[in-house]
């Protein structure tokens, strides 16, 4: 059995995600597909449009087989943490011969280069993307121009592309664990990760959320993915979107506004410190984000961290699992009926306690890793409660909540 792994959230699962596992069966020849997706928070730093188990649904009848969550203490960090603790997950399930990421350049032998310089970061350019840093540039500006300075001006331009710089992070990840599963890249094609434009029936999941957001109406976005996704949206509860945490975000800045914010993951102490200066200025999450952003701290890193705020992600917890290999369990979503034969395959080679039902996962895990079980179940009843306060839509107890079953 052949088996390729995605790294995905689906936020939601549209048409460029079908194409992409229709491409990935090609190119690879798998039999299967294992996705690893983001549960009920994404790398982005905000809640998903839908909540995990439904997002998981809408994958397995677009051509995935088994869908695995990524922890929350990983969906939630940067794209280093994001790509190893996703790689981490997919390398632990040890029958993996393939990861598929989709990029914006598909040239395999640049990528490569790009991340094996970027794997063995020099003193001197650790130094200039300080000092670039500290001129005000953002992070992303400021290691592309250090890449171009001390590695290779003409592969520097494949670091502005943001499907090109998670590629990149895969392939950095894959030799950090020394990982014996082969990188495959796919062209993206029609819509860009964030563009705001429809290209021959395709958009981002940026603007299909943006287009639910503004219209209220499941509808306005019915031609943009596949029928089988339109009807996990059109069924669902209702959605969420980073200002619904608003509340709770303030919340948390009122009880913390004494002490600062640097125990809390992707909080770093400059963040810390522009939190701290303009606490008395919050209006909402999105609003406060715009205040806070400036030339050297991007939006998203900004609302990784209030999020990680909102959900109280200490760093000491989440350092903790990284030191022991980042991923001490396997959380499955869901899977499809006739797949049952990877589930086989995995059990064969995995080590590590694999969960199907949550409410028996604390008699298997040890620390750090049942703290970071338990982290993942306290969230996703973050989630609930935001989704039963905004559409009165009950609040199943993550500890019943069973992996779907297409």
Not at 126 to 132: E, F, S
Not at 135 to 160: C, M, V
Not at 185 to 198: M, N, Q, Y
Not at 270 to 287: A, E, T
Request: aromatic share 8%.
């Amino acid at each position: 059995m052949k088996i390729a792994g995605i790294i995905a959230e689906y936020n939601p699962f549209h048409r460029g995600h079908e194409y992409h596992i229709r491409k990935t069966k090609e190119l690879t020849g798998a039999d299967r597909i294992v996705v690893v997706m983001s549960g009920d928070y994404v790398q982005r730093g905000e809640c998903a449009l839908l909540p995990k188990h439904l997002r998981a649904k809408a994958a397995l009848s677009g051509g995935a087989d088994l869908v695995l969550e990524l922890p929350v203490y990983y969906s939630l960090s940067s794209a280093e943490d994001f790509a190893r603790g996703a790689v981490a997950l997919l390398n632990s399930l040890g029958c993996v011969d393939h990861l598929s990421f989709g990029c914006d350049d598909a040239d395999m032998d640049a990528l490569e280069r790009a991340a094996e310089m970027l794997s063995k970061e020099t003193p001197a350019f650790k130094r200039t993307l300080r000092d670039l840093q500290r001129t005000g540039l953002s992070f992303p500006l400021a290691r592309e121009k250090a890449f171009a300075t001390h590695y290779d001006p003409g592969l520097a331009p494949l670091l502005k592309k943001p499907n090109n710089i998670l590629a990149i992070e895969y392939l950095k990840a894959l030799r950090f664990f020394k990982s014996s599963i082969t990188p495959t890249a796919v062209l993206r094609r029609f819509a860009g990760h964030d563009s705001t434009g429809i290209s021959e029936g395709h958009a981002s999941a940026l603007l299909i959320r943006k287009m639910i957001k503004d219209s209220g109406r499941v509808a306005a976005i019915h031609e943009l993915i596949p029928e089988y996704s339109y009807k996990v949206l059109k069924n669902a509860p209702g959605f969420l979107f980073p200002d619904d945490f608003s509340l709770l975000i303030h919340c948390r800045l009122m009880d913390k506004s004494q002490n600062g914010f640097e125990d809390i993951h992707a909080i770093p102490r400059h963040l810390s410190r522009h939190i701290m200066k303009s606490i008395n200025d919050y209006i909402s999450f999105d609003n406060y984000c715009d205040i806070i952003k400036s030339k050297n701290i991007a939006h998203s890193a900004i609302s990784r961290g209030l999020m990680s705020l909102a959900l109280d992600l200490k760093e000491s917890k989440i350092k903790k699992c990284i030191s022991q290999n980042y991923i001490g369990y396997i959380n499955i979503l869901g899977f499809r009926k006739e797949s049952s034969d990877l589930l086989s395959e995995i059990k064969n080679y995995c080590s590590l306690p694999i969960i199907a039902k949550p409410s028996r996962a604390q008699a298997v895990l040890e620390e750090p890793f049942s703290s970071a079980f338990a982290d993942d179940l306290r969230c996703s009843g973050i989630y609930g409660a935001h989704l039963l306060r905004k559409t009165g839509s009950p609040c199943r107890n993550p500890l019943t909540i069973s992996p779907v079953i297409v």
